[in-house]
């Protein structure tokens, strides 16, 4: 049973195009939930936690905001070097030693 | 960046044989994990360790064994590989004392099991 739902599963934009993507989770008592960019070639990197609905973190053109059952990723005017996959993750129940990960949203942003 | 290297970044084996991957750390941190990744399954753990001799299973922890015998290497090992097990390994490390969701990832190693 998946924990994590990530949409779209890949999403074109052109460069200053804003948007945001969408990871809504289904466990209860939410102990955080996490935010990580990857790079082709590369291993994940850390962006954002949020630990409580309403709570919003931002980061150059990114802010990630959380509610009750899902939290978006707001990209604000885009440039070609966000292109990368974003990954989100929670821990289940028994605790964030074992983080689930959605499958992640390709983004792709053309100049 | 953190230090965690990975090795071997690539590898090409045949069905059967036996591999390990290697992870290595410098920065003293508690916990180390194994992730595997493959398309349409996202990050899957594997095993994880939160001290020297103390690890745990993951998700996908059938055919794979790991070992931690100093707190900076955590050794992934494949008694018997299979093509199933073709995939892109990825360490991460967490939070000096804690895992708080927080990880840091290595570079990867590709394994291609023919």
């Known amino acids: 049973e998946d924990q994590v739902t990530q949409s779209p599963e890949a999403l074109r934009l052109q460069e200053g195009e804003s948007s945001s993507l969408n990871c809504s989770y289904t466990?209860?008592?939410?102990?955080?939930l996490f935010w990580y960019r990857q790079d082709p070639g590369k291993g994940p990197e850390f962006l954002f936690t949020l630990y409580s609905a309403g709570e919003e973190k931002e980061k150059e053109r990114l802010k990630a905001t959380l509610t009750k059952k899902e939290s978006f990723l707001h990209i604000t005017a885009p440039k070609p070097e966000d292109s990368a996959t974003y990954l989100c993750?929670?821990?289940?129940?028994?605790?964030?030693?074992?983080?689930?990960f959605g499958k992640g949203t390709k983004l792709t942003v053309n100049p | 960046d953190a230090g965690i290297t990975q090795s071997p970044r690539h590898k090409v084996t045949e069905t059967g044989t036996p591999v390990t991957l290697r992870c290595h750390q410098t920065e003293n941190h508690r916990y180390m994990y194994w992730y595997r990744q493959d398309p349409g399954h996202g990050l899957r753990l594997i095993h994880y360790?939160?001290?020297?001799?103390?690890?745990d299973k993951g998700e996908v922890s059938d055919g794979y064994s790991v070992s931690r015998s100093k707190t900076e290497d955590f050794l992934l090992t494949l008694e018997s590989a299979t093509s199933s097990q073709t995939s892109v390994y990825f360490c991460?490390?967490?939070?000096?004392?804690?895992?708080?969701?927080?990880?840091?990832f290595g570079e990867g190693s590709r394994l291609t099991v023919l």
């Open positions: 360790s939160y001290g020297v001799k103390d690890t």
């Open positions: 993750a929670v821990p289940p129940q028994g605790g964030s030693e074992k983080l689930v």
């Open positions: 991460a490390i967490s939070g000096a004392g804690q895992s708080d969701g927080e990880l840091f």
């Open positions: 466990v209860s008592g939410l102990r955080g």
